[in-house]
T-cell receptor, first 115, second 112 residues
Framework: AQSVTQPDIHITVSEGASLELRCNYS??????LFWYVQSPGQGLQLLLK??????LVQGIKGFEAEFKRSQSSFNLRKPSVHWSDAAEYFC?????????????FGKGTHLIIQP | SQTIHQWPATLVQPVGSPLSLECTVE??????LYWYRQAAGRGLQLLFY??????ISSEVPQNLSASRPQDRQFILSSKKLLLSDSGFYLC???????????FGSGTRLTVV
């Protein structure tokens, strides 16, 4: 069965500083990987996804993520965070066809931005 | 364009009362639909998924049930709510292939 680990429950970063959120996955085949962001009381917004090809993917809001098969990782990065980036971030792994697997999520990382 | 709607946005219900949360999708046909629950500190848990009208699969045995009466409608129900049913419920649809999943805005359910 697939699983996702986000080892950092909370991360605090100063505004303007760089950010890296860690994600490790376990999946038997080539994974489809996602990063979602959730503002308080809101649904999930897709930041970026990886299906194949270039292992460095660009997303919305200046985020990027790098797929590293050898490390089973898909870490999210941003060179300079803004106060509006404070939110909950979820990494997820899934299959292309949906169905029974749906998406398997990590438990999330709560990002706090210091002024 | 494809959109997904969930309602209500918030709900406070007493223990033992029934529940009905609705999710509808627009702009697509025959979508795969999902209900997830998000409990504090526990990430998102897949509850039900449906690949078509009347086809429901449950991932976790619980006090809840789901139905799909129409192609683009997915309903989450309970006959008698428990305190442990409190949480944030999200509906999602999968477009297939490389498109990924789209989530609704969620329903915050508080059972008191």
């Amino acid at each position: 069965a697939q699983s996702v680990t986000q080892p950092d429950i909370h991360i605090t970063v100063s505004e303007g500083a760089s950010l890296e959120l860690r994600c490790n996955y376990s999946y038997g085949a080539t994974p489809y990987l996602f990063w979602y962001v959730q503002s308080p009381g809101q649904g999930l917004q897709l930041l970026l996804k990886y299906f194949s090809g270039d292992t460095l993917v660009q997303g919305i809001k200046g985020f990027e993520a790098e797929f590293k098969r050898s490390q089973s990782s898909f870490n999210l990065r941003k060179p300079s965070v803004h106060w509006s980036d404070a939110a909950e971030y979820f990494c997820a792994v899934g299959t292309s066809g949906g169905g029974a697997d749906g998406l398997t999520f990590g438990k999330g990382t709560h990002l706090i931005i210091q002024p | 364009s494809q959109t997904i709607h969930q309602w209500p946005a918030t709900l406070v219900q007493p223990v033992g009362s029934p529940l009905s949360l609705e999710c509808t999708v627009e702009g697509t046909s025959n979508p795969n639909l999902y209900w997830y629950r998000q409990a504090a500190g526990r990430g998102l848990q897949l509850l039900f998924y449906s690949v078509g009208i009347g086809q429901i699969s449950s991932e976790v045995p619980q006090n809840l049930s789901a139905s799909r009466p129409q192609d683009r409608q997915f309903i989450l129900s309970s006959k008698k709510l428990l305190l442990s049913d409190s949480g944030f419920y999200l509906c999602a649809w999968h477009r297939g292939g490389a498109y990924g999943y789209t989530f609704g805005s969620g329903t915050r359910l508080t059972v008191v």
